[in-house]
Structures are given as structure tokens and as C-alpha cells.
């Protein structure tokens, strides 16, 4: 039972460059969420999806978008990559929303955009 | 507007000490509230969480408390140790009508041996 895993762990993009952050769970949970985290600024939601085939914003979507084509799997795209996107990216999912649950996150992808 | 708000960015504790961690929200409706733990190049993981119809959760070494009146939480580590270095978070949802949980901006706890 792996859990949340996130692949890459790391990556340096030009700017202009794309690519796909992938975020896979074995958990069978419904939502799925992709945060990024910057000094300072905690935890910010990019985007999140509360089943296969779902998407929606969150706080700061723009120059991302994402697709959940299959339950266990969430995808962050970045169409072109710009330096303000520099960040660690963390993809968490949760069984659902309600007393006692809590969200498991995956280790992370640490991006770098020059 | 940050729903969510740890004003304290970091905080050094003696090892054995009380370490109270302090978390403010301004979004009435938030009714369950967690706190998570993040050490350096990992995902940040599950310490602790309070339902709204409670006032105090008690898990070992933490504690957490919750005043609604003044929409305020805090984090207890009793005795603190160094193992217990690393960044907080705080983070709330309203159950009923989201699927988000929103974070604070995390307090980064330092205990010294």
C-alpha cells in the first residue's frame, strides 16, 4: 500500500517548457487535490477534483490545468512554463469531506523554472 | 483574504517545555480543524484534528484546543522534543458544501536539546 505517490521528484524546465506532474493514490478516495508550497505562503490549492472525470479551481489556477481521467490518478499540467511557478508541489486526496478524515499527502515535486 | 492565519512564522522551545502553536480563522462555517506536520523534503502528514462540537482533542504529547467565540486554535506539545522539529500547519474546513481545506501559512518549530 504505497499510498500518495507523485513522480517527479524533481525537475528543472526552461521557461516556455512543458510538462505533467503526476500524482497516483491506491487508497480508492474520491478527491484529489494539487497544492504548491512557497516560503511564506503555506499551502495553496492549484486545482482539485472530488471524482473521475472532475475538475475544479482552486486559489491560484492560473498557468495550470488538470485532469482525472482515472480515479486513482490526478495530473498537473504546466502548458508553459514560467519562473513564478518555481515551488514544491504536493498532490494530496481524501476519502471524503467530514469529521475524522484527513487528507494524505504525496512527498512531493520540487520545480525549478529558469 | 486569508481564511486561515498562523501569525507566528516560527518558534524555539527547550526540549521538555510547552510548545504552543496558535492558529486565527475568520470563516464562520469552518466546523473541523486539523493540524498537519512537515519536515524538510517530505509530504506533510496528519498530528491532530478537533471537530467543532468539541472544545479540546488529547492525543499523547498534543493537544489541541478550539475557542469558537474567538475563532481561534492552538496547537500543545507537552514535553517537546527534538524530534518534534519541523513545520506546522494548520488547516480548517466546513464540511458541509466544500471539498477544500484551507491552510495556514505554517509555524516552523524549532526544539533545542
Known amino acids: 500500500n504505497a499510498g500518495v505517490t507523485q513522480t517527479p521528484k524533481f525537475r528543472v524546465l526552461k521557461t516556455g517548457q512543458s510538462m505533467t506532474l503526476l500524482c497516483a493514490q491506491d487508497?480508492?478516495?474520491?478527491?484529489m487535490y494539487w497544492y504548491r508550497q512557497d516560503p511564506g505562503m503555506g499551502l495553496r490549492l492549484i486545482h482539485y477534483?472530488?471524482?473521475?472525470?472532475?475538475?475544479a479551481k482552486g486559489e491560484v489556477p492560473d498557468g495550470y490545468n488538470v485532469s482525472r481521467l482515472k480515479k486513482q490518478n490526478f495530473l498537473l499540467g504546466l502548458e508553459s512554463a514560467a519562473p513564478s511557478q518555481t515551488s514544491v508541489y504536493f498532490c494530496?486526496?481524501?476519502?471524503?469531506?467530514?469529521?475524522?478524515?484527513?487528507?494524505?499527502f504525496g512527498p512531493g515535486t520540487r520545480l525549478l523554472v529558469l | 483574504d486569508q481564511q486561515v492565519k498562523q501569525n507566528s512564522p516560527s518558534l524555539s522551545v527547550q526540549e521538555g517545555r510547552i510548545s504552543i502553536l496558535n492558529c486565527d480563522y475568520t470563516?464562520?462555517?469552518?466546523?473541523?480543524f486539523l493540524w498537519y506536520k512537515k519536515y524538510p523534503a517530505e509530504g506533510p502528514t496528519f498530528l491532530i484534528s478537533?471537530?467543532?462540537?468539541?472544545d479540546k482533542n488529547e492525543d499523547g504529547r498534543f493537544t489541541v484546543f478550539l475557542n469558537k467565540s474567538a475563532k481561534h486554535l492552538s496547537l500543545h506539545i507537552v514535553p517537546s522534543q527534538p524530534g518534534d522539529s519541523a513545520v506546522y500547519f494548520c488547516?480548517?474546513?466546513?464540511?458541509?458544501?466544500?471539498?477544500?481545506?484551507?491552510f495556514g501559512t505554517g509555524t516552523r518549530l524549532k526544539v533545542l536539546a
Open positions: 494530496a486526496s481524501l476519502r471524503e469531506i467530514s469529521a475524522g478524515e484527513t487528507q494524505y
Open positions: 487508497m480508492n478516495h474520491e478527491y
Open positions: 477534483s472530488v471524482g473521475e472525470g472532475t475538475t
Open positions: 470563516n464562520s462555517m469552518f466546523d473541523y
Open positions: 478537533i471537530s467543532s462540537i468539541k
Open positions: 488547516a480548517a474546513s466546513a464540511t458541509s458544501g466544500t471539498y477544500k481545506y484551507i
